[in-house]
């Protein structure tokens, strides 16, 4: 099979990436799916990507990386070249532009954001962003007011506030990159809070106390002994008159008391008689 060959459209609208392929658009109509079909689609693919990277390229200031925007124009292009049909007499170009445009605004809309921002509220920042150009004076002046947004576009002053918070959701910050105005070094992950192991402790603490109040008192003084004054149980025994083995299942019994009143939020019984 002879190569295709390619002449440049001559119309009034004529690009040089707008190569004669009708006659291949008609041929890959008729071919079933199968390796011939395939080579020719990939074929028309190629002989159009000039044309998909001029679109991508109108979007290149927009802070997407211009070889990602081609991919993804490339992309619409193959999805243009394979739905494309001939014999509803529509050129190619009318039906490929805004199928290749339409993937590249999916990618904006899908992919690109920082933090994720419902649809809706997308198109309204796009409208607020759009009739914040508009009002532009060109004086110097700062945003204009949200009321007068409000009434450039239809939207309510709620909704235009929720699309001027998603203007600046599009790229997110390093928590690297260095505070405003800071010539110290600091970045922003310096201003952030750490969690206090100690917060721990006091809730642990203000967890037994009710709990610790309504031991008798012997093993509320045993407990003191060992935890808080760090004497040995035979010590503690001595000082008590009791054996080490009675002063090890007060220990026990009281630890296990606490313990199974605060895990269950249990009330804390009344003192008895050891």
Not at 191 to 220: F, H, I, M, N, Q
Request: hydrophobic residues 35%; contains cysteine.
């Amino acid at each position: 099979m002879s190569a295709v060959r390619y002449r440049p459209q001559r119309n009034r609208h004529s690009h040089n990436d707008a190569p004669d392929t009708t006659a291949d658009f008609r041929r890959l109509a008729a071919l079933p799916e199968g390796p011939e079909r395939e080579e020719l689609s990939g074929r028309l693919v190629e002989a159009w990507l000039p044309m998909a990277r001029r679109l991508a390229a109108k979007y290149r200031n927009r802070g997407e990386n211009i070889e990602d925007l081609e991919q993804v124009a490339a992309l619409g292009l193959v999805k243009a070249v394979n739905r494309y049909d001939p014999v509803h007499g529509t050129p190619f170009v009318p039906y490929a532009v805004p199928t290749i445009t339409g993937e590249i605004r999916r990618h904006f809309r899908d992919r690109t954001w920082d933090v994720h921002v419902p649809r809706r509220v997308q198109e309204m920042r796009n409208k607020v962003r759009t009739a914040v150009r508009e009002l532009d004076t060109g004086a110097g002046e700062s945003m204009p007011p949200v009321a007068r947004l409000a009434e450039h576009t239809g939207l309510t002053e709620g909704e235009v506030a929720t699309a001027l918070e998603a203007m600046d959701s599009f790229r997110s910050l390093s928590l690297d990159a260095a505070t405003a105005g800071s010539d110290d070094g600091f970045s922003l992950i310096d201003t952030l809070g750490r969690e206090d192991a100690e917060y721990d402790t006091v809730v642990a603490r203000e967890a037994v106390k009710p709990c610790l109040r309504s031991l008798p008192e012997r093993e509320r003084k045993v407990l003191y002994l060992r935890f808080f004054r760090d004497m040995t149980q035979s010590r503690i025994g001595k000082e008590l008159g009791i054996s080490q083995m009675h002063v090890s299942r007060l220990l026990s019994r009281s630890c296990d008391r606490v313990r199974r009143q605060v895990e269950h939020g249990r009330p804390a019984a009344r003192p008895h008689a050891a």
